[in-house]
Nanobody
Framework: QVQLVHSGGGLVQPGGSLRLSCEAS????????IGWFRQAPGKAREGVAC????????YYGDSVKGRFSLSRDNAKNSAYLQMNDLKPGDTAVYYC??????????????????????WGQGTQVTVSS
């Protein structure tokens, strides 16, 4: 079965950290562009962080730059989003996505309306005291 499976979401206090994982099954993440997106209730989807498949170039949204870090482990067919110094405004459902396009403009690939070939089911992150 072709799918992306999330893990690692949950409730964390402001200033805390979480690491989201996304494991692919039924296909390989190797050479694919990977994006992390989030959507809060009543708000539009936001591109959080993306990594280009061809060369590993990354892009981070302004709201998370310096706090979030995206990585991939092709041997484990997985991608990760390390989130530090979390704020209440980071509360959202987080989705990972993978796309066969490996050479596109990475900022464009992180645009909120960009559609990827594969999407995870989403994981809830809640930042609250």
């Amino acid at each position: 079965q072709v799918q992306l499976v999330h893990s690692g979401g949950g409730l964390v206090q402001p200033g805390g950290s979480l690491r989201l994982s996304c494991e692919a099954s039924g296909f390989t993440l190797d050479f694919k562009t990977i994006g992390w997106f989030r959507q809060a209730p009543g708000k539009a989807r936001e591109g959080v962080a993306c990594i280009r498949g061809s060369d590993g170039s990354t892009y981070y949204g302004d709201s998370v730059k310096g706090r979030f870090s995206l990585s991939r482990d092709n041997a484990k067919n997985s991608a990760y989003l390390q989130m530090n110094d979390l704020k209440p405004g980071d509360t959202a459902v987080y989705y990972c996505a993978a796309d066969r396009g490996a050479f596109g403009d990475i900022q464009a690939m992180c645009a909120p309306t960009t559609w990827y070939d594969y999407w995870g089911q989403g994981t809830q992150v809640t930042v609250s005291s």
